[in-house]
Protein backbone atom coordinates (compact mmCIF):
# COMPACT_ATOMS: atom_id res chain seq x y z
CA UNK A 1 0.00 0.00 0.00
CA UNK A 2 1.11 3.43 -1.00
CA UNK A 3 1.06 6.25 1.70
CA UNK A 4 -0.68 8.56 -0.62
CA UNK A 5 -3.41 8.08 -3.93
CA UNK A 6 -2.87 11.14 -5.55
CA UNK A 7 -0.16 13.73 -5.21
CA UNK A 8 0.94 17.45 -6.40
CA UNK A 9 4.57 16.96 -6.90
CA UNK A 10 6.31 20.57 -6.78
CA UNK A 11 9.69 20.88 -8.50
CA UNK A 12 12.57 23.34 -8.52
CA UNK A 13 13.35 25.05 -11.76
CA UNK A 14 16.51 25.48 -10.07
CA UNK A 15 17.43 22.06 -9.50
CA UNK A 16 16.84 21.17 -13.05
CA UNK A 17 20.13 23.47 -13.16
CA UNK A 18 21.72 20.33 -11.75
CA UNK A 19 25.63 21.78 -11.72
CA UNK A 20 25.43 24.10 -14.13
CA UNK A 21 24.81 27.81 -14.33
CA UNK A 22 22.10 28.14 -16.22
CA UNK A 23 18.79 25.94 -18.26
CA UNK A 24 18.52 22.11 -17.76
CA UNK A 25 20.99 19.63 -16.75
CA UNK A 26 20.46 16.39 -18.78
CA UNK A 27 21.12 13.92 -16.39
CA UNK A 28 19.01 15.84 -13.40
CA UNK A 29 15.91 15.78 -16.04
CA UNK A 30 16.30 11.48 -16.55
CA UNK A 31 16.73 10.87 -12.42
CA UNK A 32 13.75 12.84 -12.10
CA UNK A 33 11.59 11.22 -14.77
CA UNK A 34 12.69 7.63 -13.41
CA UNK A 35 11.99 8.38 -9.85
CA UNK A 36 8.53 9.61 -11.14
CA UNK A 37 8.14 6.29 -13.58
CA UNK A 38 9.00 4.71 -10.32
CA UNK A 39 5.99 6.02 -8.46
CA UNK A 40 3.82 6.00 -11.51
CA UNK A 41 4.17 2.42 -11.44
CA UNK A 42 2.83 1.82 -7.77
CA UNK A 43 -0.39 3.28 -9.23
CA UNK A 44 0.13 6.74 -7.37
CA UNK A 45 -1.75 9.58 -9.69
CA UNK A 46 0.72 12.13 -10.17
CA UNK A 47 -0.16 16.18 -10.74
CA UNK A 48 3.58 18.06 -11.14
CA UNK A 49 4.00 21.76 -11.38
CA UNK A 50 7.96 22.59 -12.05
CA UNK A 51 9.54 26.22 -11.55
CA UNK A 52 10.92 28.22 -14.59
CA UNK A 53 14.18 30.04 -11.98
CA UNK A 54 16.87 28.01 -14.17
CA UNK A 55 15.01 30.11 -16.98
CA UNK A 56 13.75 33.14 -16.11
CA UNK A 57 12.68 34.79 -12.71
CA UNK A 58 9.95 37.47 -13.22
CA UNK A 59 10.58 39.03 -10.04
CA UNK A 60 14.16 38.95 -10.77
CA UNK A 61 13.34 40.40 -14.08
CA UNK A 62 11.41 43.87 -12.70
CA UNK A 63 14.42 44.73 -10.91
CA UNK A 64 16.36 44.76 -13.90
CA UNK A 65 13.95 47.03 -15.98
CA UNK A 66 11.51 44.44 -17.14
CA UNK A 67 8.07 45.28 -16.80
CA UNK A 68 7.16 43.28 -13.74
CA UNK A 69 3.62 41.66 -15.41
CA UNK A 70 5.92 40.73 -18.86
CA UNK A 71 8.52 39.33 -16.56
CA UNK A 72 5.76 36.96 -14.68
CA UNK A 73 4.73 36.08 -18.40
CA UNK A 74 8.46 35.40 -19.67
CA UNK A 75 8.58 32.92 -16.27
CA UNK A 76 5.03 31.16 -17.29
CA UNK A 77 6.58 30.45 -20.30
CA UNK A 78 9.65 29.15 -18.93
CA UNK A 79 7.82 26.69 -16.88
CA UNK A 80 6.31 25.28 -19.91
CA UNK A 81 9.95 24.74 -21.61
CA UNK A 82 10.68 22.77 -18.33
CA UNK A 83 7.00 21.11 -18.23
CA UNK A 84 8.04 20.32 -21.75
CA UNK A 85 11.03 18.72 -21.28
CA UNK A 86 10.04 16.45 -18.16
CA UNK A 87 7.32 15.68 -20.43
CA UNK A 88 9.41 14.59 -23.23
CA UNK A 89 11.85 12.58 -20.89
CA UNK A 90 8.79 10.76 -18.95
CA UNK A 91 7.59 10.31 -22.89
CA UNK A 92 11.07 8.52 -23.44
CA UNK A 93 10.58 6.18 -20.94
CA UNK A 94 7.37 4.78 -21.99
CA UNK A 95 5.36 7.04 -19.36
CA UNK A 96 1.97 8.22 -20.43
CA UNK A 97 1.84 12.28 -19.71
CA UNK A 98 0.10 15.31 -20.77
CA UNK A 99 1.11 19.04 -20.69
CA UNK A 100 -1.48 21.40 -19.59
CA UNK A 101 -1.24 25.04 -19.55
CA UNK A 102 -2.65 27.99 -17.64
CA UNK A 103 -2.45 30.42 -20.76
CA UNK A 104 -3.72 28.79 -24.01
CA UNK A 105 -1.05 27.52 -26.45
CA UNK A 106 -2.54 24.87 -28.40
CA UNK A 107 -1.17 22.53 -29.57
CA UNK A 108 1.89 22.96 -27.37
CA UNK A 109 -0.07 22.11 -24.42
CA UNK A 110 -3.65 21.26 -23.70
CA UNK A 111 -5.79 24.42 -21.52
CA UNK A 112 -5.94 23.38 -18.07
CA UNK A 113 -9.07 22.42 -16.35
CA UNK A 114 -10.06 20.61 -13.04
CA UNK A 115 -11.92 17.72 -14.75
CA UNK A 116 -9.46 17.18 -17.91
CA UNK A 117 -6.79 16.59 -15.53
CA UNK A 118 -8.50 14.56 -12.97
CA UNK A 119 -9.65 12.24 -15.51
CA UNK A 120 -6.69 11.86 -17.28
CA UNK A 121 -5.14 11.50 -13.83
CA UNK A 122 -7.46 8.15 -13.30
CA UNK A 123 -6.92 7.24 -16.73
CA UNK A 124 -3.28 6.48 -15.96
CA UNK A 125 -1.46 9.95 -17.36
CA UNK A 126 0.67 11.90 -15.29
CA UNK A 127 -0.57 15.50 -15.76
CA UNK A 128 2.43 18.51 -15.97
CA UNK A 129 0.82 21.88 -14.99
CA UNK A 130 2.68 24.38 -16.58
CA UNK A 131 1.84 28.76 -17.39
CA UNK A 132 1.53 28.87 -13.61
CA UNK A 133 -1.41 29.98 -12.20
CA UNK A 134 -2.10 32.04 -16.04
CA UNK A 135 -2.02 35.40 -13.84
CA UNK A 136 1.12 37.60 -12.95
CA UNK A 137 2.36 38.35 -9.13
CA UNK A 138 1.84 34.52 -8.59
CA UNK A 139 4.94 32.33 -8.10
CA UNK A 140 4.89 28.94 -9.02
CA UNK A 141 4.40 28.11 -5.26
CA UNK A 142 1.56 29.66 -5.55
CA UNK A 143 0.38 27.72 -8.25
CA UNK A 144 1.07 24.25 -6.93
CA UNK A 145 -0.66 25.03 -3.82
CA UNK A 146 -3.67 25.85 -6.47
CA UNK A 147 -3.68 23.10 -8.72
CA UNK A 148 -2.76 20.69 -5.34
CA UNK A 149 -5.89 22.49 -3.99
CA UNK A 150 -8.23 21.88 -7.35
CA UNK A 151 -6.97 18.22 -8.31
CA UNK A 152 -8.06 17.03 -4.55
CA UNK A 153 -4.63 15.86 -3.81
CA UNK A 154 -3.68 14.32 -0.93
CA UNK A 155 -0.88 15.72 -0.05
CA UNK A 156 1.77 18.32 -1.85
CA UNK A 157 5.03 17.08 -2.35
CA UNK A 158 7.61 19.76 -2.69
CA UNK A 159 10.78 18.19 -3.57
CA UNK A 160 13.97 20.84 -3.23
CA UNK A 161 17.39 20.36 -2.52
CA UNK A 162 17.51 20.45 1.45
CA UNK A 163 16.09 17.26 3.46
CA UNK A 164 13.24 19.22 5.26
CA UNK A 165 12.60 22.47 7.19
CA UNK A 166 15.21 23.39 9.82
CA UNK A 167 15.42 25.86 12.51
CA UNK A 168 17.20 28.06 10.75
CA UNK A 169 19.21 27.81 7.17
CA UNK A 170 21.13 24.51 7.62
CA UNK A 171 24.20 26.03 4.88
CA UNK A 172 24.27 29.01 6.93
CA UNK A 173 23.92 28.01 10.16
CA UNK A 174 25.19 24.59 11.20
CA UNK A 175 23.55 24.39 14.53
CA UNK A 176 20.21 24.08 12.79
CA UNK A 177 17.95 21.31 13.66
CA UNK A 178 15.23 19.69 11.43
CA UNK A 179 11.67 19.01 12.25
CA UNK A 180 10.21 16.05 11.77
CA UNK A 181 6.85 17.54 11.46
CA UNK A 182 5.61 21.12 11.95
CA UNK A 183 2.47 23.01 11.92
CA UNK A 184 1.18 25.73 9.49
CA UNK A 185 0.71 27.90 12.95
CA UNK A 186 4.24 27.24 13.82
CA UNK A 187 5.85 28.40 10.12
CA UNK A 188 3.70 31.67 10.48
CA UNK A 189 5.22 32.25 14.69
CA UNK A 190 8.68 31.35 13.48
CA UNK A 191 8.84 33.33 10.41
CA UNK A 192 10.32 30.38 8.37
CA UNK A 193 9.35 30.77 4.73
CA UNK A 194 8.99 27.11 2.87
CA UNK A 195 7.04 29.02 0.22
CA UNK A 196 5.66 32.21 -0.37
CA UNK A 197 3.20 33.48 2.50
CA UNK A 198 -0.04 33.15 -0.38
CA UNK A 199 0.83 29.51 -1.40
CA UNK A 200 1.37 28.74 2.66
CA UNK A 201 -1.89 30.05 3.60
CA UNK A 202 -4.07 28.29 0.63
CA UNK A 203 -2.75 25.12 1.86
CA UNK A 204 -3.55 25.59 5.53
CA UNK A 205 -6.86 26.92 5.17
CA UNK A 206 -8.23 23.96 2.53
CA UNK A 207 -6.15 21.33 4.52
CA UNK A 208 -3.70 20.44 1.76
CA UNK A 209 -0.51 19.06 4.22
CA UNK A 210 3.02 19.76 2.27
CA UNK A 211 5.80 17.24 2.63
CA UNK A 212 9.72 18.80 2.01
CA UNK A 213 12.69 16.75 1.10
CA UNK A 214 15.43 16.54 -1.35
CA UNK A 215 14.63 15.66 -4.81
CA UNK A 216 17.99 15.33 -5.77
CA UNK A 217 18.74 12.22 -4.00
CA UNK A 218 17.92 9.10 -6.23
CA UNK A 219 14.99 7.34 -4.73
CA UNK A 220 13.84 9.84 -2.42
CA UNK A 221 10.49 10.07 -4.17
CA UNK A 222 9.79 6.48 -4.04
CA UNK A 223 10.65 6.74 0.04
CA UNK A 224 8.53 9.26 0.67
CA UNK A 225 5.90 7.41 -0.94
CA UNK A 226 6.63 4.18 0.77
CA UNK A 227 6.25 6.38 3.71
CA UNK A 228 9.45 6.84 5.33
CA UNK A 229 10.33 9.94 7.35
CA UNK A 230 13.20 11.36 5.60
CA UNK A 231 11.84 15.20 5.41
CA UNK A 232 9.46 17.49 7.13
CA UNK A 233 5.37 17.32 7.18
CA UNK A 234 3.18 20.78 7.45
CA UNK A 235 0.19 20.13 8.76
CA UNK A 236 -2.59 22.02 10.36
Not at 167 to 184: H, L, M, N, Q, V
Amino acid sequence: MTKFKRILLKLSGESLMGNQNYGIDSQRLQDYATQIKDIHQMGVQIGIVIGGGNIFRGLSGSQKGFDRVKGDQMGMCATVINSLALSSALGALGVKNKVLTAIRMEPIGEFYSKWKAIEAMEAGYICIFSAGTGSPYFTTDTGSSLRGIEIEADVMLKGTRVDGIYTADPEKDPTATKFSEITYDEIYTRGLQIMDLTATTMCKENHLPIYVFNMDIVGNLKKVIDGEPIGTLVHN
